[in-house]
């Protein structure tokens, strides 16, 4: 199975960029349909962005939408997170998830990486 890795999280100042890195080992993620997802205190984790298995997809939420991208490069094996113009309301913890193969369902986690945004 895949084992998924995040890194780049930080403390930053509102209007700055990150750059969320997944880093998978154990499988290819050439099958794998990847997302990103985050949870801030006292919430609910929620859907941030997606690629899909082929990379041919993406998807966002409405938060995300024109602000960040998700890409992926096959040859690291890694799927990115950029971030532009980060807001107060971005802070959390940013989770990559991993479907199974060709899948829609995610079913591979990684243990997140924090995002502070200061005001």
């Known amino acids: 199975q895949v084992q998924l890795a995040e890194s780049g999280g930080g403390l930053v100042q509102v209007g700055d960029f990150l750059r969320l890195s997944c880093a998978a080992s154990?499988?290819?993620?050439?099958?794998?349909?990847v997302g990103w997802f985050r949870q801030a205190p006292g919430k609910e984790r929620e859907f941030v962005a997606g690629i899909s298995w082929s990379g041919a997809t993406t998807d966002y939420a409405d938060s995300a939408q024109g602000r960040f991208t998700i890409s992926r490069d096959i040859a690291k094996n890694t799927v990115y997170l950029q971030m532009n113009s980060l807001k107060p309301e971005d802070t959390a913890v940013y989770y990559c998830?991993?479907?199974?193969?060709?899948?829609?369902?995610?079913?591979?986690w990684g243990r997140g990486t924090q995002v502070t945004v200061s005001s």
């Open positions: 154990g499988r290819s993620l050439l099958r794998y349909g």
């Open positions: 998830a991993a479907t199974r193969p060709m899948g829609k369902e995610y079913a591979y």
